[in-house]
């Protein structure tokens, strides 16, 4: 795997000695990656992570992952806050309404293995940015293939268990519960079960328990 370094700007130390825990997903939102990666390399918007991975596969390093990027701001995972010091963060090139492109989802692939193998993770240390910061933040989106990543090793996927209480699930696989059911329900959705839509159903509550049951929340 080929990867450009771009050295960004906002970046600073891992705080009381975090280690790293989790790789966090995120997406752009933005035109191209030359755009993003200005943004994300700048000092302007306070903002920044360890890698992008662009539309054609193109892979760029922005910060050393010993260091604390500032990609996930306020939020927390598994009863923790201060996500930056204990995560991987990762951009891809996507404007939030379109499918991912194959070459990124190929390099992604490549990149989350390499690190999850180094760093001894877990899949289920993989999330998305609304995983952690629900109501908040939406990325990676309903269109970001989480299935795939599940089957290839790179995270997780849940089988449906009956007789789940939602939002106690919920807590036990992680999400920051203090969001109120309605976040949790919509990040969840867009991560699971992208084409429910309406109030809380059965669906909803047997596969969140599928993770609760199958995936606890400690990623340490």
Known sequence: MEVIDRPASCFGERRSGAQIELVVIHYTAMETAEVALERLCGSEFEVSAHYLVGRDG??????????????????????????????????????????????????????????????????????????????????????????????????????????????????VFGYPVDAGESAILSAFRQRFNSNARGSLSEDDKALMAGLARGFPAEVA
Do not use: Y
């Open 58 to 171: 193109s892979v760029f390093r922005m910060v050393c992952e010993d260091k604390r990027a500032w990609h996930a701001g306020a939020g927390s995972w598994a009863g923790r806050s201060d996500v930056n010091s204990r995560s991987i963060g990762i951009e891809l090139d996507n404007d939030g309404m379109s499918q991912f492109t194959e070459p990124l989802m190929e390099m992604l692939e490549v990149l989350l293995a390499d690190i999850l193998d180094r760093h001894v993770l877990p899949p289920k240390a993989v999330i998305g940015h609304s995983d952690m910061a629900p109501g908040r933040k939406s990325d990676p989106g309903r269109h970001f293939d989480w299935r795939r990543l599940a089957e290839k090793g790179l995270s997780v996927w849940p089988a449906p268990l009956p007789g789940g209480n939602f939002i106690r699930d919920a807590a």
